[in-house]
């Protein structure tokens, strides 16, 4: 897992984070959501240390990130993968390339033992007959895929996702959350998606932070959000009037099983939602 303690970051006059504190889980979809502004993209840009904390700590499965000199952290780093909001793919490679960039950089093993990893990932993420394409022969949704093959082939602990349903249709976007969340369960990864998307909150939440001002406003489930209190987290998630219907719904449907008990008794004092209801 990865745990924030009291991180806190700002820039000249502005403070970005101010003192956040959560734990990334393994096995699970970890999301950061909120709006423009409130300090996630800073904090995830923190989490795998292209930016350093003022204050605070950040570790890896109980190791001090924030104190570790360039060579400690090459380590860490070397378990994670990185799933960028433009997929961020070379051109000038094929599909087959691409994935086989991290091994060709960190990878030990043969030509062709790195070549069978490739096309282990390729076909996992259903683009075993996209290999010999270039980036430009390829739809915004198996570059996507592309970039997740990418980002697992080193077998990673630790996923990042930055917008990884950006600029994708619906359909194409639930594709890329499941194939997200079936490797996460899959290979017991600690995922960390950076995210705008609802249909991703809904979906795919087993753990969300909510971000407001630089603070952490809000943690838990995609299940506790419907039953949750906090005014801020409702005015963010169910901002429209089709979304607020959906909700009352979904509370409807929840009391009428008996399962309300069961997911209201989730939303523990220690939440922002439950601090500032």
Request: charged share 30%; hydrophobic share 35%.
């Amino acid at each position: 897992m990865i745990e924030l303690q009291d991180i806190k970051k700002g820039f000249g006059d502005k403070e970005i984070l101010k003192g956040v504190s959560a734990v990334m889980e393994s096995g699970k979809v970890n999301l950061i959501i909120g709006s423009s502004g409130s300090g996630k993209t800073v904090m995830m840009k923190c989490m795998v240390g292209l930016i350093e904390v003022d204050a605070g700590i950040i570790k890896y499965d109980g190791q001090n990130f924030s104190g570790m000199d360039n060579q400690q952290r090459k380590e860490i780093r070397q378990k994670i993968g990185m799933l960028f909001q433009g997929s961020a793919l070379f051109d000038s490679m094929t599909v087959e390339q691409n994935v086989m960039f991290p091994l060709d950089m960190f990878g030990t093993g043969s030509y062709r033992d790195k070549k069978k990893r490739v096309a282990e990932c390729l076909e996992r993420v259903n683009l075993k007959d996209a290999a010999k394409k270039f980036p430009a022969e390829i739809s915004g949704g198996m570059k996507k895929r592309v970039g997740i093959a990418r980002a697992i082939v080193l077998n990673p602990k630790y996923l990042f996702c930055d917008e990884p349903n950006s600029g994708l249709d619906p359909q194409t976007s639930l594709l890329i959350d499941q194939l997200i969340k079936e490797l996460t369960l899959e290979y017991n990864i600690t995922t960390v998606i950076n995210t705008h998307d609802m249909n991703t909150v809904m979906e795919s939440g087993d753990h969300i932070v909510y971000m407001y001002q630089g603070q952490k406003q809000w943690e838990g489930t995609n299940k506790d959000i419907v039953f949750s209190n906090d005014q801020l987290l409702n005015d963010f998630i169910f901002a429209s009037e089709f979304l607020r219907e959906a909700k009352e719904m979904r509370q409807t449907e929840l009391y009428s099983s008996g399962k309300w008990k069961e997911e209201t008794k989730r939303e523990a004092p220690g939440n922002g939602g439950e601090q500032k209801k």
